[in-house]
């Protein structure tokens, strides 16, 4: 055996997206101790920087440490209690998984469900909260990275308001990619990935959460079932102000590199982010219709930053995809559930939304077609 020193990619699927040289190199500082006074400094600029991003306020607001599966689970099993009725709006593969957690957090749970590669209609959320007005949560996934369709989540939001219900969003593919504003929206609970549209390597998941949210929490009459994403203990850690205790051991190096993602973030302007994101999807939009290859979602719905791409008649899926790894280092993602074997998911992503790299893959995908 020797040291792993792995080929360079270009990372253009769902994710994990390419990490830039300035993120990695913060990845590779001197680890210190996680309660450093000056990493103690580091976790509260970071929150500020988290802050930006997620445009709220919320004083809990802070990355966990583990993927954004971990921040999906961590909303869920601290806000339901058993027997809360949950709505679930469904119409791809991670409203699946948010269906999971309600059911194994003994939620009681209510499936709006929408085809997959459709949004999913506020009339059907209404009309499932007429049908059930003791609802408590109401959960969607603001950007399916499954179909590559993004949900109407201020729409979705200001219903469950209505009903006065807390809102619980997946926003992994959504955070520095397309408009996402946490406080104007009125989202209760919110996570997030590192290594899709914010390009820093995998492994963190940023969640925030309103004071609506906090309070839920903290008058629950059952401990959370989880005792490592059991918010009452990580805010002894991560709190405003708080004596920070040891809950567990901060991946140190992982929040440098976090911490670089949010300042580029930060730097370039939020807005000018969500710009960019769409201006290179009509990119490259136009350069794959001049191959021949037509986008599957419907436009007025469809993620920039994540594109469906409908596979021509004849052509072999998983064997281009494979010449496209190995021939030219470059990886797309495959289609999943009922779309598999009929679509590609190219992914423009943070670092991996850029016109010369978009160039590249088109080149490559010409060649292998
Ligand atoms: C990638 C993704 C997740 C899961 O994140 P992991 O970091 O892989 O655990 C959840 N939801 C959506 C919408 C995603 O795209």
Redesign the pocket.
Known sequence: MQSFIPQRKLLMG??PSDVSERVLKALSRPTIGHLDPSFIKLMDETKTLLQYVFQTKNELTMPIS???????EACFVNLIEPGDKVIVCQNG??GT?MKENVIRSGGELVLVEDPWGEQTKPEKLRAALDANPDTKIVAF??????TGVRNDAQTLCAIAKEYDCLTLV?????LAGIELRVDDWQIDAI?S????CLSCV??L?PVSFSEAALEKIKSRKTPVQSWFLDLNLILGYWGQGAQRAYHHTAPVNSIYALHESLLMVKEEGLENAWERHQNNHNYLRDELQKIGLNMTIDAAYRLPQ?NLVDIPKGCDDAKIRKQLLNEFDVEIGAGLGALAGKVWRIGLMGESSNRQKIDTCIAALKAVL
Do not use: I, N, W
């Open positions: 769902p994710g583990a993927p954004g599966s971990a921040g999906m593969v991670f998984r996934v603001h950007a399916e990275t499954s997946d926003a992994v593919t959504t996570y990935g590192t290594q899709k995998p492994g998941s994540l």
